[in-house]
């Protein structure tokens, strides 16, 4: 099956300055990669996604890219700011297949 | 409009009982899904419900059973509650199996004493 691996576990950034989070899948087959936010008892809410015919997507502060080859993708925020701070999974899945394959999250810490 | 939503937020039990958490969402999505977060907020698939077919994760203990009413409702079943059990419950919705674009519920915090 999948497994999805997620770096760092926790991140810590000045605000304004920008923040990167890696993941690395393991199925060639998987063609679906989300990004969640998670904030304190809240249920994951979704960022940005891309799928595996593009190399990058881009919304606002947030962009995300996948190289394919290397199965590895990254989510990227720019000017970050205090609301930025949450828990960010990534996620992989196969077209088809039934649920995604989660990271195990990164904690965001934006420092004022 | 919450366009998944769970009840309730907070169950507390004790071992042995069997209790169920409610699903709906009104997004008109066909396929819904239910995961389970533990203490270290590892997310990971429990079943997916599309047009009456269940898919269930092979690693689910069969004391959970998900129950579907009707397309807008998936309710989780769990029988014999233990302490292992303990867990945020999560509901998601997608427009159809595979599609990706997961929409999740605000969560159930189970509590199992």
């Known amino acids: 099956g999948e497994n999805v691996e997620q770096h760092p576990s926790t991140l810590s950034v000045q605000e304004g300055d920008s923040a990167v989070i890696k993941c690395t899948y393991s199925?060639?087959?998987?063609?679906?990669f989300p990004w969640y936010k998670q904030e304190l008892g809240k249920g994951p809410q979704l960022i940005i996604d891309?799928?595996?015919?593009?190399g990058e997507k881009k919304d606002q502060r947030i962009a995300v890219t996948l190289n394919k080859t290397a199965k590895h993708f990254s989510l990227h925020i720019t000017e970050t700011q205090p609301e930025d701070s949450a828990v960010y999974f990534c996620?992989?899945?196969?077209?088809?297949?039934?649920?995604?394959?989660f990271g195990k999250g990164t904690h965001l810490i934006i420092q004022p | 409009d919450t366009a998944v939503s769970q009840t309730p937020k907070y169950l507390v039990t004790q071992m042995g009982n069997d209790k169920s958490i409610k699903c709906e969402q009104n997004l008109g999505h066909d396929t819904m899904y239910w995961y389970k977060q533990d203490s270290k907020k590892f997310l990971k698939i429990m079943f997916s419900?599309?047009?009456?077919?269940?898919?269930i994760n092979e690693t689910v203990p069969n004391r959970f059973s998900p129950k579907s009413p009707d397309k807008a409702h998936l309710n989780l079943h769990i029988n014999s509650l233990e302490l292992g059990d303990s867990a945020v419950y999560f509901c998601?919705?997608?427009?159809?199996?595979?599609?990706?674009?997961?929409?999740f519920g605000p969560g159930t915090r189970l509590t199992v004493t």
């Open positions: 998601a919705s997608s427009r159809n199996r595979g599609l990706g674009e997961q929409y």
């Open positions: 891309i799928r595996s015919n593009v």
């Open positions: 199925d060639s087959a998987s063609n679906y």
């Open positions: 419900y599309n047009n009456k077919e269940l898919i």
């Open positions: 996620a992989a899945m196969r077209g088809g297949a039934d649920g995604l394959t």
